[in-house]
C-alpha cells in the first residue's frame, strides 16, 4: 500500500476514534465532538460571528447552523444579532459552559496525552507543526478544487474604463472575505447574506460571448475572489474566449495566487497592502492574519512576471505617514504604487472612521516616492 493510502487511512481512523471518544464522553453534558469544539472556539473568541466560526473550524454553515442551535437549546451559547449588520449572527458562552469549561480543556488534554503517550517532546512538537503545516495546504487545495462551473458572483458592472488600467472591462464581484476590514465598502459581499442569489451564470457568459469585441478583459474582484473554489474553470472560458483577467485580492491565499498566474489564468494583479505588518490585525479587522502568505504574495509579484500594482486604502484611524514610508519600503521598486484615501459610505463596514486630508495625502505619496518612484494618489490628483 502506497503513503498516501496509509495517510488517507490514518486520517480516517483518527477522526472517527476521536469522534467516538468525545461522543462517549461528553455525554453526560449533553455535548457531542462538533459541539466541543465550537464551545471552545466561542468561548476563546466571545462575540465570534456564525460566518467566521464556520470558516476557522472549516465547517459547512448547515452543520454549524445546526450544531449552535443544539448549544444554544441546552443553554451552553447564547446568540446575538449584530446591531452593525443584522444578518450577522454573534455568538457567546453563557454561564452554564463557563462552569464547566475547564473540565472541556481537561478532557482535551486527557485525550490528547493518551494519543501521544509514546510520543517525546519533541516528537510531540514535531507532529503538531507537520500537522498544521498539511492542514494549512488540505484548506489550500479545497480552495483550488475548481472541477466545475458552480462559480458564484454576485455583482456585475457591464462596462468601466476605470477597474482595469488602460482597458474597456466588465467587473465581477464574488462573495465571502476572510478579512473584515473595518473600512470595506462591500459589506454585503463580506457578510453575505445566506439567501443572496447570484448571478445565472450562463447569463454571464452568454454576455461575454457577445461582446468580445468591444471589451479588452474582465475584473474579478470581492470579496476575496481566491476564496471561490471554482474561481479556476471560470477563468479558463474567459481566457478561451480571448479575454484579459484582472484580479484583485488582499494576497492571503499565495498558493492560488500563484497557481493561477502560472496557469496563465491571469494578466493583471491588483494587490492590497492593508498596512505595516504590527498593524494588520487592526487594520483587516481579525486576529489571525497568515502574514507568511501575504509576504509570499508580495515578493512573487515584485519578481515581475505579470504586471500588476499594490494599494493601500489609507484610513486616519489606521494609517500614519510613516507607515506608508515602512509599507513603500517592504515593496521597494514595485512597478506602481497606489495610495487610496479612505471614503465614508452607507455601507462600510465600520462607521465613524476618516480620510487623510490632503495634505497628509500629499505627505504620503511624498514617503513613498523614494522607494517606488511609480506611487500615485488614485481618484484625487
Ligand atoms: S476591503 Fe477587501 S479584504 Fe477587506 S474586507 Fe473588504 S473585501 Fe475583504
New binding site residues.
Partial sequence: MSEKSYFTIDTSILFRANQRYFDDVLAKYGLGYAQLIFLIEIYEHEGIAMNALAEGAYFDKGSVTKSIQKLEESGYVEVEVSSEDRRVKKLYTTAKTQEIILKLYAIRQERWNYLSQDLSAQEKQAFIEANAAICKRAKEYEGLHMVDSEMKFYGFQKCTLLDYPGKVASTLFTGG?????P??H?RD??FLDEGASPLDIDYLEEFFKKRRKLLDGVCIT???PLLNRHLKTFMRRLKDMGYLIKLDT?GSYFNALKALIEEGLIDYVAM?IKNIKEKYPLT??VDNVDMTAIDQSIDYLLKGKIDYEFRT?LVKEFHDISDVAKIAQRIKGAKAYYLQNFVDRDKV?QKGLHPLSHEELIKAKKAALPYVENTQIRGEE
Fill in positions: 472575505c476572510n478579512f473584515r476590514c473600512f470595506c462591500n459581499l463580506v470581492g470579496g476575496e488582499n492590497d483587516v479587522g486604502t463596514i
